[in-house]
């Protein structure tokens, strides 16, 4: 194992804890760093940006082009109030929400985080992000969300274009790409669950990365026993390749199982990954969407006592000031003593996909190799984005209220100006957004819930009895948080499935988008972490998602499915199936679009 050091040269934040002083500096990681990163230096004309703010200055070095012929004059548009949402009932308050408008040149505003207009959003800017949205977001991070991380000076944050992004740019850090005339001893591995987004392995596999996928249990990533983590990298076979040092990880919401982990868990694997120099990358674009009363909830639908409470976390860390927050479970953040844990945001699921824009959480040195990285690929996250997400945060300074003119006449107040959501604000709203999830959620699995028994009657000669067979179709637990619905169907139950076998997954997926059903979901296959999973046990899964779809089709749809599947079961000719697989182009590809589905998966989501 290589030999860890401190660093003692890394940057530090400013506005650091009092108590500092006491932690230790994060641990140097450049001796996982791949080829690329190392070579890399910093953009020689960025490093000019610096002196654009001397005041006075003019500016005949950079390329960048003359806002004035920018075609935006304004960027305007009606945002919600953070309390669209009741965050107690997730009921509709429907308050009139808030004009924001984005000029084309602020120059009554000298403060540059303050700042938000087109001249500088649509201009070439720092790798790390617009400064206002930089700014709000460093703070945020840094004082809300993970205020208690352990190492000397916290962390520091830079933007990306979203979580996608955000793991590209951490593989350009620390892997080295592989080819099948390198040495197998060279080969890099990404430790991750058994089941994992597919976009994870889409980025991967192209850069030679073997994905090593670690037992998975009801509670998530496992630690010890065989295929547990500590097993996977204490008996690694060098044979295979190099022994992973990245670990690519859902705790919270994680896509597609709906798992929760603990921070006991967490705990647990923290001390291995530190061990082994293992470097996490945690990926949690669901964590607001925890969902407290999950347990309470099942039990009432499946008629079983209520749960024993569950134990506060054992992690001490300071308030967040938000009771929201508090409650949540907190990520790997807290324990990182090494600074090993890098952690990606995104406004993904709180704002919209389409925004595509987060940020990357991680020690200062670190993010200082990922702005190498955004110099010389994406620079920086759409201006327009950025303006907007801006004016949806950050308040404007107060200005000076104009003395009111008397008058007889009028009594009107002068208009108010729009003011940003804030910390408080934002955490408002994901408030309101978990409690709107979690509400979908039930719905949806209570009428899951209902129709997991197949109940028959076969015909009888005697009419003074009959026999009543009951047939399970699938079981599930219900998500702790996140967005999906992660079933296991009973396939070993259908009546052709000593002659179809595997096949009926795919055949079922097809089945329920035609008829009434008209209903898509998603074959847990293409989440399998590698051939093996998936041949041996992918296809008995779907992941069910009850965040996609309008509100009045959340029940329907779960309807539709409970239906499509208790007909599936009764399907008795071998033709019928045959049929369904000859519309597979292959595997897990429907040919065809069919009009008016009930789009459960919706775009496979993050």
């Known amino acids: 194992m290589a030999s860890l050091s401190y660093r003692d040269d890394s940057r530090q934040g400013a506005g650091s804890l009092s108590d500092d002083d006491d932690k230790p500096l994060p641990l140097d990681f450049a001796h996982h760093y791949s080829d690329t990163t190392k070579s890399r230096n910093a953009s020689k004309i960025k490093a000019i940006y610096k002196f654009f703010q001397i005041p006075g200055i003019l500016n005949i070095a950079g390329g960048l082009p003359n806002a004035q012929f920018f075609p935006y004059d304004t960027l305007e548009a009606q945002a919600a109030k953070p309390e669209r949402w009741s965050p107690s009932s997730g009921s509709s308050n429907p308050s009139a929400p808030n004009h924001i408008t984005i000029p084309h040149d602020d120059s009554t505003q000298k403060d540059l985080l303050q700042k938000i207009d087109l001249a500088t959003a649509l201009q070439y800017g720092m790798a790390q992000g617009y400064p206002p949205l930089l700014g709000w977001i460093r703070q945020f991070t840094r004082d809300h969300l993970h205020p208690g991380v352990p190492y000397k000076g916290g962390p520091e944050v830079v933007l990306t274009c979203g979580s996608t992004d955000g793991f590209a740019k951490a593989l350009n850090l620390f892997v080295t790409p592989w080819r099948t005339t390198d040495p197998i001893s060279s080969r890099p591995g990404l430790l991750c669950e058994t089941y ?124 967040s000031g938000f009771p929201f927050l508090d409650s949540l479970t907190p990520s790997f953040t807290p324990l990182d003593t090494d600074g090993r844990v890098v952690r990606l945001d995104t406004f993904s699921k709180t704002v919209a996909p389409g925004c595509r824009l987060g940020w990357i959480t991680a020690q200062p040195a670190l993010i200082e190799r990922f702005e190498r990285i955004t110099e010389a690929t994406t620079q920086q996250p759409s201006g327009f984005v950025q303006a907007l997400i801006s004016k949806l945060l950050i308040s404007p300074s107060p200005t000076p209220s104009p003395t009111p003119s ?51 009657t076969p015909p009888t000669r005697s009419h003074s009895w009959a026999v009543v067979k009951k047939v399970k179709l699938y079981d599930f637990s219900w998500p702790r948080a996140g967005m999906f619905i992660w079933l296991r169907m009973h396939f070993f139950s259908h009546p052709l499935f000593p002659v179809f076998k595997s096949a009926l997954s795919t055949a079922l997926m097809v089945w329920l988008t035609g008829g009434d059903y ?39 749809a779960a309807e539709r499915f409970v239906e499509g599947v208790k007909a599936f079961w009764e399907v008795r000719d071998h033709e019928v199936i045959k049929k369904l697989l000859e519309e597979v182009k292959s595997d897990d590809e429907v040919v065809g679009e069919q009009e008016g589905l009930v789009n459960l998966a919706g775009f496979m989501g993050c």
């Open 406 to 456: 008397f008058s007889l006449f009028s009594h009107r107040p002068p208009p108010s100006q729009p003011s940003g959501w804030q910390p408080s604000g934002f955490v408002t709203w994901l408030s309101g957004l978990r409690t709107r999830y979690q509400t979908r959620m039930a719905r949806m699995c209570t009428i899951l819930d209902s129709g997991s028994v197949l109940i028959t």
């Open 196 to 319: 994992v987004y597919t976009n994870i392995t889409n980025q991967a596999t192209p850069l030679g990365v073997q994905m090593v996928p670690v037992k998975t249990d009801e509670s998530g990533m496992a630690v010890s026993g065989p295929g547990g983590l500590e097993d996977v990298l204490a008996n690694w076979d060098s044979s295979k390749g190099k022994r992973p040092h990245l670990m690519y990880t859902v705790t919270l919401g994680h896509n597609p199982t709906g798992i929760l982990l603990s921070v006991e868990r967490k705990k647990e694997i923290y001390a291995i990954c530190s061990k082994y120099d293992v470097i996490i990358i945690e990926d949690e674009p669901y964590w607001y969407l925890q969902f407290p009363e999950a347990s309470s909830l099942e039990a009432e639908s499946r008629g079983l006592p209520p749960p024993p409470r569950s134990s506060p976390s054992t992690v001490t860390t300071p308030s």
């Open 518 to 556: 008209k209903v898509l979901v998603t074959t847990g296959a293409i989440f399998a972490a590698n051939d093996e999973i998936k041949e041996r046990e992918g296809w008995e899964y779907f992941r069910l998602c009850f965040a996609a779809e309008e509100e009045e089709n959340v029940e329907l």
